[in-house]
């Protein structure tokens, strides 16, 4: 069982630490002894449950989830993502969630923290006005730096065994598919960084809201997704609200996709959630 688990009906997901099978368990000592041995290991970057993340983007094949690794390092330099995480500042985060909010908001019954993109709500031309794609994209590095430095720890601490991916929202009301069309290039972007940087974050996916046009976005979109992606996301109409809130206790939710939060300044600029001290009450009693 993994260190600092309290929760005493937690059982580990199959290829998760303390559910592995012997040819797991051997495929990771050989993956980190290899990275070792060629000088590759960052330590506080390649503990054994983001070795396993690597291991099952590429089902346990150790020469390719070395080589995604890699890649994903060379990236991170390329990028300049330790820069970023030290002194990226979004100062137009508050406009931007006017034209298109994403954001984090509390957690689902599992304990995951809740990420919330409102692409229905999107205005392409007020977007651009106030920041940039390559600002968009930056914010997406920083975010999924933080998911996996501070929001997963939080959420593992409060619900005491390991929590290792997200529940994600998308929300396609009042969608327009020329500004969906227009965005596309970030859209791609940020799946591909999703995927190929940070695998197996995914826990849940339910895109709401989703119009009879949808099929169409979602023929372009589902090539660059891999099968396991796809097999994690639920597309619904409108009538949504009873499969989210099986997911998310109503009082997680906000009110405007069908729950009873009601944060202060709104859910979307909140940050709700056990990695904020500020919001001890996240679970709900006083939303």
């Given at each position: 069982?993994p260190?600092g ?29 290899q ?76 304990g ?23 600002r ?10 933080k ?28 969608v ?100 904020n ?11």
């Amino acid at each position: 069982m993994p260190a600092g688990v309290t929760d005493p009906t937690y059982k580990p997901p199959p290829g998760r630490l303390g559910n592995l099978t012997v040819a797991q368990q051997h495929a990771l000592e050989t993956l980190r002894k290899q990275l070792q041995d060629e000088g590759h290991f960052v330590p506080e970057r390649m503990d054994d449950a983001t070795l396993l993340r690597f291991l099952r983007a590429r089902r346990f094949d150790v020469a390719k989830a070395k080589a995604m690794i890699l890649a994903a390092e060379q990236w991170r330099k390329e990028f300049g993502v330790d820069d970023l995480v030290k002194n990226f500042d979004f100062k137009e985060k508050a406009e931007v969630d006017k034209y298109y909010p994403q954001y984090y908001h509390k957690t689902d019954k599992e304990g995951r923290p809740v990420y919330i993109e409102r692409l229905g709500k999107l205005d392409i031309k007020a977007l651009y006005a106030i920041t940039t794609m390559d600002r968009q994209l930056k914010r997406l590095v920083y975010e999924y730096e933080k998911f996996l430095n501070e929001r997963l720890p939080a959420c593992s601490k409060a619900i005491g065994h390991p929590v290792e991916t997200s529940c994600t929202i998308l929300d396609l009301k009042d969608v327009s598919l020329s500004n969906f069309y227009r965005v596309k290039d970030y859209v791609f972007q940020a799946s591909s960084i999703g995927q190929d940087r940070y695998p197996e974050t995914m826990g849940k996916f339910y895109i709401i809201n989703a119009p009879w046009a949808f099929s169409a976005v979602w023929a372009a979109i589902k090539p660059w997704l891999d099968e396991v992606t796809v097999s994690k996301i639920d597309i619904l109409g409108s009538g949504y609200k009873e499969k989210i809130l099986q997911q998310i206790p109503a009082e997680h939710l906000p009110k405007e996709l069908g729950g009873t939060c009601e944060c202060p300044g709104g859910c979307s600029l909140s940050d709700a959630g056990p990695w904020n001290p500020s919001s001890a009450d996240y679970v709900g009693e006083k939303a």
